[in-house]
C-alpha cells in the first residue's frame, strides 16, 4: 500500500537522526578542543564537561522514559533513585575508601534494591494514586538523606569527591563516560523492542486487556520500575565526576523536572529523543543560566507548557511533521495515518479461512465432560448481592448463553469467573483445577478468554501488535528481554487478519480504525490466544445488523469445528437464539431456569420476568 | 510524658493542621470536581503569602494583616481563574500525565515569576493578634489558637457551601455523576472555572495565614504542595472531610516527631510512611472512592 511509504520514509529520517546524534556526541571532545585552537570558544574543557553533564543527563533521561515513554509510569521519585546512586559513591569513597570503579559498580545495584523495594509499595496504586505515592516516597529518601547526618553528612551532603587520577585527563573522562551511557543505551535499547518491551507497550495502552491476555501487569511495572532506577543509580554514580559534592537537595521532588523536561523536549515516543532532549536542555540551560539567571525557571516553564501544548511528540516528532510538510508541498493527498477505515473489514470476514488458520487451533477435544464448574458462588458489594448462590456448569463444546434483564448478574459472574472479581463465598473450577480468587492473568493463561463489552484494544499498536503482543503474552514469551518482538508470530498473526478482513490495515494504529472494525481485532485477539473456552460479553454491542451476523458466523464455525467453548451473554436475543445451545436466564443475581432455547423461550416465568422488565426499561427509556 | 508538654505538642499539631487542612481542602475539592491534579497549588500559596506580608508591611506590620489578606486572597483567585481560562480548559479529559505536566509547567512559571518579582530572599511579618497564654505551665501563642479556630471555622463554611447551597449541589454533582451535570443545563464551563477559583482562593487563605508565623520565600509552595498531597491522599482525593482527617494526622505526626531529638530530623519522614501505610491497606485513602 501506498500509504506506507511516507512512514518508512521518516522512519530513515528517524534512524539518520539518530546515527547522526551519536556521531555528533563522539567527537565532541576533539571538535572542542579545535574550536579552542581556532579561537572560537573559550575553553574546551568546560565544553567537554559540558557534554559529559549532556551524556549522564542523557542516561538519566532515557531511563525514565522506559517508564514514561513504555510503560505509561509518571514517576516523581527519579530523582531519588539518580540521588541513592550519587550518594553511594559518595559514601563508598570517603568514608570506606573503595575505588571510583568498585563504587560505580555497586551503586547501580544500590538504587536498584532502594526501586524494588519502593516500588513494590508504590504500585500498591495505579496511575494518578501511583504518582502520589512515588512523591511521597521521593520526600521519604529525601528525609532520610537529610536527615541521616551519620551517614548522608545532613544537609551539608558529602563535600570533596574527587575523581581517580586515571581519569582527570578530560578526553578521557569523556569517553568513559561516553563508552558506559553508550551500553547502557544499547541494553536499554534491545530491551524495549523484546518481547518484554511488547509487554509494556500491552500495559501502557492497555491494563485491562493485557491482563486478560495473560500478563501479570504488576510484576512487569515493577521489574521496568527497578530497571529504570538501576539505570538512574548508574547515571547518579557517574554524577560524582563532573561534580565534587553530594547534597539532599538532588533527592527532593522538584528536581524531577529535570528528567521530565528533557524526555518531553526530545520526545517520550521516541528511544533517543530523550537523549536529543538532554543535549539540547544543556545547551539551553547553560547559555540561558548564563544570560538569565533569574527567569530561567520562567522560560522553562514557559517551554513544557509549549510543548504540552502545541507539539506533545517533542523534537522526535520533527521527522514526522518534515513527512507531513512535505506532502502537502508535493500534494500527495492526506495523510494515511488519519484516515478512518470504513468498517468494511468485517464484511470481509472469510470464514473458512479463518478457521483454517493456524493460529486459532485449539486442542480438538472429546466434548461432554464439564468444562467451567461454578459452584454456590455469590458476590456482595455492601448489602447488594450482585450474584447470589448460582451454579453452573458448562459442558465442553457448548455455546452456552446467558440471559437476563440488566442487573441480573451478567457481567458480575464473568467478572468472577475471569478474575477480575473475587467472590464473596462458592468456588469455580475450570478443567478440574480451582480457579476461585486467582489473578486475572492466571485464569488467561489457563485457557479462559475473554472479550469485553467494550471493546478493549491497544489503540496505539497497530494491528498486527495487538495481535502478535497478545500471541507473545499469552504463550508467556514477554519474559524474553532480548530479540525483535515485532517479528515473533508475525505470520501467524498476519494469517488470521487475512482471515477476519483486517489484512490490509495490519500496519495502522489499531485506535484509527472503525467501530465494528476495531470489534474484530477484539474478536481475533480473542480468538488468537487459542484457549479452550471464551467469554464474550455482549460480542456484538455495536455493530450493525450485517457485521453481526459475519461475526457470529465466524464465532459459530470456529466453536463448532475447534471444539471452543463459548460462554457468551447478549441482549440480541437473534444471536441468541441463532447461535447458543443452552441458555440459562439470570434475574436479580439468581439462576432463574436453565435449558434448550427453545425449553427457554416458551418458559413462562422467563417471560413474566423479561415483559415485566422490559415494560420497566421502556418507561425509563422513554421520556429521554 | 507530663500532659502540658502533650498538650503543647498537640496544641502545635493542630495549629500545623489548621493551615494545611485550608490548603488541601482546596486541592481536594479541585480534584474532585475536575478530576485534575494542580501541581500549580503550591504556587498559590506561596504567591499569596508573599503578597499578604508585603502589603501588610506596607500598611504597618499586625494591622495592615486584614487588608493584606483579603488583596492575596483575590491575588490568588485570579491568577486561579487565568490558568483554568487559559490552560486547564484545554487538558480537562486528558490522561493524567498531560494535565500533571501542564500545572507542573505553570508551578514554575509562577515560581520564576515570583522570584523576579519578591527576590529570592525571605521576608516576614508579625501577626495581627499578639500575646501569649500559659497552660499547664507551657506558653502558647494567641495566633495559633485563633488559626485553628479559623480553620474550624472555614472547614464548616465549606461544609454548608457544598450541603446548603445551589453551587454546592452542583459541585457535588460534578464529583458523583459528571454526565447527568452535561444533562442537567448547568454551565458546566462556568461552575469549573467557579470550583478551580474556590481551590486557588483556598490555597491562598492557607498561605496568607500561615505567613506571620513563618519566613516566606518563593519556595515555600514546593513542601506544603507535597504535604497537601499527602493530606488529600491519606483522606481521600475529592473529599472535603478526609482533608480534615488527614491534615489532623499529618500535623500531628509531623508535631509529635519533633518531639525529641532523635526523632526531629525525620518528623517529615514520618508522615510519609503514615501515607504509605495508609494506601498500602487503602489504595484510595480513608474517604475516597476508587478511580475507574
Partial sequence: MTSLLPRRRADRVRWGLAILLLLLAAIVPPASQYLEAQGLIESARFQIVLGVTALILALWAISYNLMLGYAGMVSFAHAAYYGVGAYTVAILLQRYNISYYAALAIAPVAAAAVGIVTGFVALRAVRLYFSLLTLAISQLLYSIAEGWYGLTGGDNGINGITAPDRLTDYPTLYYFVFVIVGVSL????????????????????????????????????LAVYTIAALFAGLAGALFPLVQSSVVPSMLFWTEN??????????????????????????????????????????????????????????????????????????????????????????????????????????????SGKVLLKVENVSKRFGGLRAVEAVNLEIHEGDRHAIIGPNGAGKSTLFNLITGRMRPSAGRIWFDGRDITGRPAHVIARAGIGRAFQITMIFPRLTVLQNLQYAMLAHRGRTVQPWGLADRIYRDEAMQLLDAVGLGPYADLPAGQLSHGDQRAIELAISLALGSRMILLDEPTAGMSAFETRKAMELVRRIATERNLTLLFCEHDMSVVFGTARTVTVMHQGRILTQGTPEEVRTDPEVQAVYLGELDVEDKEAAPA | MDPGKFLLFATGGLADAAYLFIVAAGLSLVFGALRVINMAHGSLYMVAALVSVVVANKLGAGIGFFPALIAAVLVAAAIGAVIEVTVLKRVYGHEHLVQLLATYAIALIIGGAARLIFGPNYRTTTAPIQGSLTILGYSYSVYALVMIVAAAVIGVAMYGMLFRTRLGRNIRAAVSDPELLNASGVNVTLLYTTVFVIGAALAGLGGVIVAPSQAVDPTIGDSVLVLAFAISVIGGLGSIIGSGIGALMVGEVISFGLITPATNSFALAFVFIVMTLVLTVRPWGLFGRPET
Fill in chain 1, 257 to 366: 523536572a529535570t528528567p521530565v523536561i528533557v524526555t518531553l523536549l526530545g520526545g517520550v515516543g521516541s528511544f533517543l529523543g530523550p537523549g536529543l532532549g538532554a543535549f539540547i536542555y544543556t545547551g539551553l540551560y547553560n547559555s540561558l543560566s548564563r544570560d538569565f539567571p533569574y527567569q530561567l525557571d520562567v522560560l522553562l516553564g514557559a517551554v513544557v507548557l509549549g510543548v504540552v501544548l502545541v507539539a506533545p511528540g517533542g523534537f522526535a516528532s520533527v521527522p514526522d511533521l518534515l513527512a507531513q510538510l512535505r506532502r502537502r508541498i508535493v500534494g500527495e493527498g492526506p495523510v494515511a495515518t488519519e484516515v478512518e477505515t470504513k468498517g468494511e473489514a468485517i464484511q470481509m470476514i472469510d470464514v473458512t479461512r479463518a478457521v483454517e488458520a493456524h493460529a486459532i487451533q485449539a486442542e480438538p477435544v472429546a
Fill in chain 1, 186 to 221: 544499547l541494553l536499554m535499547f534491545i530491551l524495549v523492542r523484546s518481547p518484554f518491551g511488547a509487554a509494556l507497550l500491552a500495559i501502557r495502552e492497555n491494563r485491562e486487556r493485557a491482563r486478560s491476555v495473560g500478563l501479570n501487569v504488576k510484576a512487569y511495572e
